[in-house]
């Protein structure tokens, strides 16, 4: 049976690093999982997320941002996503459509309306069974994300964490929003803990979930 579930935070607050503890776990108990992200998890969207992330696009204006995160997905959705479910395997994805709410329009102010509609085109009905909300402040996250930037070699993918506390304090605030109107949906996780407290906690949380094979 196909099991959907996604990771969203503030920069820093340890998705990535929770997202391949909760696939190795899974996999462990015989679960055939799939991990992608977003923007990006596919030839074409990796191109998107180049775009997205490099700090030498700043002036890349929300609306166009908005647009460029909605033609990612639906091209991860269609390659990635959608077969994966389709052939009964398990996908975690590191953000999806709850990102674009929080960044997009809780952070930029672009309207909800507008980012709702262009989800559920770019989704095509693809919706998570479980979301995951590591919730950290913000000054936990961004100190590190740049420790992690800083000590990756490559590209730079800092246009987030170059934004204003201001702006990520606005994202957070939304994410706890969405969390707080879909509590049946949403697990939200103490992101400051020490990773493996963290990690018990999310697993913890993927079990209570009906329909996944633990």
């Given at each position: 049976?196909?099991?959907?579930?996604?990771?969203?935070?503030?920069?820093?607050?340890?998705?990535?690093?929770?997202?391949?503890?909760?696939a190795k776990a899974l996999t462990s108990r015989g679960t055939d999982v799939v991990v992608t992200r977003e923007p990006g998890?596919?030839?074409?969207?990796?191109?998107?997320r180049n775009i997205l992330l490099d700090a030498a696009n700043s002036g890349l204006t929300p609306s166009a941002e908005l647009l460029l995160y909605a033609a990612a997905r639906a091209q991860h959705v269609a390659e990635v996503v959608q077969p994966a479910l389709q052939a009964g395997r398990t996908v975690i994805c590191d953000r999806f459509t709850d990102a674009t709410i929080a960044y997009?329009?809780?952070?930029?102010?672009?309207?909800l309306a507008t980012i709702a509609r262009l989800n559920a085109d770019a989704a095509a009905g693809t919706l998570?069974?479980?979301?995951v909300l590591l919730d950290c402040p913000v000054e936990v996250g961004l100190k590190?994300?740049?420790a992690r930037i800083n000590s990756t070699a490559g590209a730079r993918e800092e246009r987030f964490e170059l934004e204003s506390v201001q702006f990520h304090q606005r994202v957070r605030d939304g994410y706890l929003a969405l969390a707080a109107e879909q509590p049946e949906r949403f697990a939200v996780v103490d992101g400051s803990l020490a990773i493996d407290e963290t990690a018990?906690?999310?697993l913890a949380a993927v079990s209570r979930k009906p329909g996944i094979n633990l």
């Open positions: 049976m196909s099991f959907f579930i996604t990771f969203e935070g503030i920069e820093g607050c340890g998705k990535s690093t929770q997202v391949q503890l909760l998890g596919c030839a074409i969207a990796d191109q998107i997009q329009g809780y952070g930029r102010g672009l309207d998570p069974d479980l979301t590190r994300a740049f018990a906690a999310i």
